[in-house]
């Protein structure tokens, strides 16, 4: 089955360092890759996607993500976190041929000053 | 606005009273899904629906109904509700030209509804 594997639960960094979030995924064709933000007492938000096109995205509020293939992976990053930035983000997979969307269970982003 | 609304956003019950969760679009989306969130286990969806009288089951669908008798509504049923369905819950739509959804089309998400059963 189609799954996807977000590598930490909670993550802590200081105001203006790097942000990265992990994300693997298990799919033997690539499928769609997404990334959305929840912020505290809100849904969800799309912060980015991949389908298929450049493997390098760029999302919202400067995020990115890069599709790599060889290594099933679609982590999260950002160059410089800003406390606004504090929310759990959820990695999610659309395999191909499906109407379905599978989420991780989420890596809660803490910045501190 | 194009929103996403859920009603109610607080819900207390108890064990075995029906009760329903309402969600309605207005961006005249084809697909709409339900998912519910449980600490540790992310969102995992409930039941989704293509398009007015077409719904399938999700991932975890025992103890719950839908129906979509209109585009922009998909009312979430629970007949008798359990403990174990204490959660957070959320609506979310997108629209798919292409056909083929939800794959490449963004989903758009409710504020949730939080449920408590006693």
């Known amino acids: 089955a189609q799954s996807v594997t977000q590598l930490g639960s909670h993550v802590s960094v200081s105001e203006g360092a790097l942000v990265l979030l992990r994300c693997n995924y298990s799919?033997?064709?690539?499928?769609?890759l997404f990334w959305y933000v929840q912020y505290p007492n809100q849904g969800l938000q799309l912060l980015l996607k991949y389908t298929s096109a450049a493997t390098l995205v760029k999302g919202i509020n400067g995020f990115e993500a890069e599709f790599k293939k060889s290594e099933t992976s679609f982590h999260l990053t950002k160059p410089s976190a800003h406390m606004s930035d504090a929310a759990e983000y959820f990695c999610a997979v659309s395999p191909a041929n499906t109407d379905k969307l599978i989420f991780g269970t989420g890596t809660r982003l803490q910045v501190f000053p | 606005e194009a929103q996403v609304t859920q009603n109610p956003r607080y819900l207390i019950t108890v064990t075995g009273k029906k009760l329903t969760v309402t969600c309605s679009q207005n961006?005249?989306?084809?697909?709409m899904s339900w998912y519910r969130q449980d600490p540790g286990l992310g969102l995992r969806q409930i039941y989704y629906?293509?398009?007015?009288?077409?719904?399938d089951k999700g991932d975890v669908p025992e103890g719950y109904k839908v129906s979509r008798k209109e585009k922009r509504n998909f009312p979430l049923i629970l007949e008798s509700p359990s403990p174990n369905q204490t959660s957070l819950y959320f609506c979310?739509?997108?629209?798919?030209?292409?056909?083929?959804?939800?794959?490449?089309?963004?989903?758009?998400f409710g504020p949730g509804t939080r449920l408590t059963v006693l």
């Open positions: 629906s293509m398009n007015v009288e077409v719904t």
């Open positions: 799919s033997s064709v690539p499928p769609y």
């Open positions: 979310a739509s997108s629209l798919d030209p292409s056909g083929r959804v939800p794959s490449t089309d963004t989903q758009y």
């Open positions: 961006m005249n989306h084809e697909y």
